[in-house]
């Protein structure tokens, strides 16, 4: 599902009962109503693929069916219902359970599940400028520096540089990440002081500020801790667990601008349905020299 920033989302794709699909439908916020989109030319039914919006277009890639991992996608346009083949040559390998985030001039997909396990390697989906996001060519993400393989990591962008954390390989959950400058084509470290433990499947969101990493799934079964990471100070910080937050991995989150909603999600093979809110400003304290 991806979000148009205004009053509409999208979603596209998935696993039912009866298989892989390649619907989907529009949800209008005003109205409350869901509208079905075409699937004339969509891509092929799959799951485990990578959305995201880039106005006018939700633009779809990789992902998996029946024949396993995928390697290609399409682009939707919601303003005239039409599908249209993203067909760019040097597109990342096959795989599903990547990342992808929207970086203003780009979109940048990482990680996930291909053929033999998982990658710790990308691409970069460059946009033309103007008022219309148009696709225009793949380019590789460098492996040098990067992240170890893994799905299930947090991934997000902070206006210049897209943050990867913790995620699995295999049955080994992972506590470490980097972040990649699209610029200078470079990765950094992020520090492990104060770093959440390691988890896969976290509830992770951008702030504006911080990224709020909370639950997941850790190697002792899921958890209600979290931390925020602050680009700017380099630094972590635990997030308070006061008010009894309940464990859970794979809870879907929304940042409102003050606080982070938490929804959903599983407590080991239990799904939850419980809705939590977390305001993360840490405490200030005050004092007046007598």
């Not at 929207?102 to 990658?119: H, I, K, Q, S, T």
């Not at 909370?214 to 899921?222: I, K, L, Y």
């Amino acid at each position: 599902m991806v979000f148009d920033g205004v009053d509409e989302a999208v979603v596209w794709g998935g696993f039912t009962d009866a298989g892989y699909v390649n619907t989907g439908a529009r949800f209008d916020l005003d109205t409350l109503s869901w509208t079905g989109i075409s699937n004339v030319n969509a891509p092929a039914a799959r799951d485990g693929h990578a959305a995201v919006w880039a106005s006018p277009f939700m633009i779809v890639w990789g992902g998996r069916n029946s024949t396993g991992p995928l390697a290609d996608g399409a682009i939707y346009n919601s303003g005239t219902d039409q599908w249209q083949a993203l067909a760019l040559p040097g597109a990342p390998s096959a795989r599903s359970e990547a990342s992808a985030v929207f970086a203003g001039d780009r979109v940048l997909v990482w990680g996930g599940l291909g053929n033999a396990g998982a990658l710790n390697s990308g691409g970069q989906l460059l946009l033309a400028a103007g008022p219309v996001a148009t696709p225009t060519e793949w380019r590789t993400i460098s492996t040098i520096g990067a992240p170890t393989p893994r799905s299930g990591h947090a991934a997000v962008w902070t206006g210049s540089r897209m943050v990867i954390w913790g995620g699995r390989n295999g049955a080994t959950v992972l506590g470490d990440g980097a972040a990649f400058d699209p610029v200078s084509g470079l990765w950094t470290a992020l520090p492990s002081t104060d770093a959440p433990t390691a988890r896969a499947d976290a509830t992770v969101v951008w702030t504006g500020q911080e990224m709020l990493v909370f639950g997941g799934e850790t190697a002792a079964g899921p958890t209600a801790t979290g931390a925020a990471y602050n680009p700017a100070s380099n630094r972590w910080r635990p997030l308070s667990t006061t008010g009894n937050p309940q464990a859970r991995s794979g809870g879907t989150g929304a940042w409102t601008g003050s606080e982070l909603v938490v929804f959903g999600g599983q407590a080991g093979a239990l799904p939850l349905a419980a809705l939590q809110r977390l305001t993360p400003q840490p405490a200030w304290y005050f004092y007046r020299k007598l």
